[in-house]
């Protein structure tokens, strides 16, 4: 029975590091830029400078009105996808002590998706400014912003090193999706999730199956 136990042991330990994979978040625009979710906040990253970025969202009415749900939105952080409109908060902690010694200008901009693929920049366009702050050095390393998010849909927070003149290399794009569920997971992932505990209770399955089978021929 002690080897049948090990050989369960295992095959649950592979079944659980595969959900594992499968709930590790990240969004990948493109191969220059990247957001993944870290301890504190979400780590944004091009080639050339990173910033750890955190979303808090005001949602629209008054206190008297609010949800228990718009209540806890209040003191959540997010990344990229946020559930309501409302007003939004966001920080970004700077990496690097160069980029405490750089003016960094931000623009706030509705987008609309021309593509099919929402994971991609370049299916992107611009067609409302919603804010902009004026370059500015950032001592403390804290680059706060706000802006109101009046209605669901695509948005981006563009970091610009050096200013309005910044190239496209010391330009940052923090893309954000509002009205959707936060916590929901990819069609993909869900199918992924769902053939690995497929997989493994069928090893699981046969694994027992065989040592049961061998155990009454003895």
Known sequence: MKSLYSVLRTLLLISMLLLTACNSPGDNDNPSQVMT???????????????????????????????????KALF??????????????????LVGSELRETPISIRIVEQELTGDDDSKAENFKDIRTISEVPGKLY?????????????????AIYLMVGGEAATDEDRLRIPLHVGVDPDAKPIRTRIVMG???????????FVAFRFMRRRNNL
């Open 76 to 93: 959540r952080s997010y990344c990229k996808d946020m559930p309501t409109t409302g007003t939004a908060f966001f920080t970004a902690d």
């Open 37 to 71: 979710k870290a301890t504190v906040g979400c780590l944004v990253a091009t080639d050339f400078f990173a910033v750890y970025f955190s979303a808090y969202i005001k949602p629209e009415g008054d206190n008297i009105k609010m949800t228990v749900q718009d209540k």
């Open 195 to 205: 053939v690995g505990i497929t997989l493994g209770l069928a090893l699981i399955g």
């Open 139 to 155: 001592p403390r390393g804290v680059v706060e912003a706000q802006a109101k998010l009046d209605k669901n849909g695509y948005y």
